[in-house]
C-alpha cells in the first residue's frame, strides 16, 4: 500500500489573494511560434478529417522545434543571414480505408499561414527554412 503524504499550505490560495502575478510569453516567443501554428494545424487537420471521412481520426500534433536562424542586426533593421527551420512532428493518420490526408500539404500550408498573420515582419517564403520539415 502507497503512503500519501498531504502537506498544509501556509499561504492564502490564489482564489482569496487580491491578485496574482503570471508569466505570459509573447508572440514571437519561439513556444509561442510552436503551440500557435501546431495548434492551426490541428484545426485544420480536423476539418479535412470532418469533410473527408466525417469523424476526426487520430492526431497528436502539437510537437515542434524552432532553430535559431542567423541574423545581422543594426538600428531600423539587419538582414537573415541564415533562415529559421521549423521541425513539425508528432502522429497523424495519413489514411483510412481508401482515403487519403494531404498531412503535409496541410502542415506546411498552414505553418506558413500562421507566420503570415501573425508575424508581420517575418516571410515564411525567405525567413523560414524550405520546404518546412513534416
Known sequence: ????????????????????????KGLGHPDSICDGIMNSISVELSK??????GAVLHHNADKSLLVAGETEIRFGGGIIKKPMLLVMGDRATFQIDEVNIPLEEIAVENAKNWIKEKLRFVDPEVH???????
Open 1 to 24: 500500500m502507497r503512503n500519501i503524504l498531504v502537506n498544509d499550505l501556509h499561504r492564502k490560495p490564489i482564489d482569496e489573494q487580491s491578485f496574482e502575478i503570471v508569466e505570459r
Open 128 to 134: 523560414v527554412y524550405d520546404p518546412l520539415e513534416v
Open 48 to 53: 479535412e478529417y470532418l469533410n473527408r471521412v
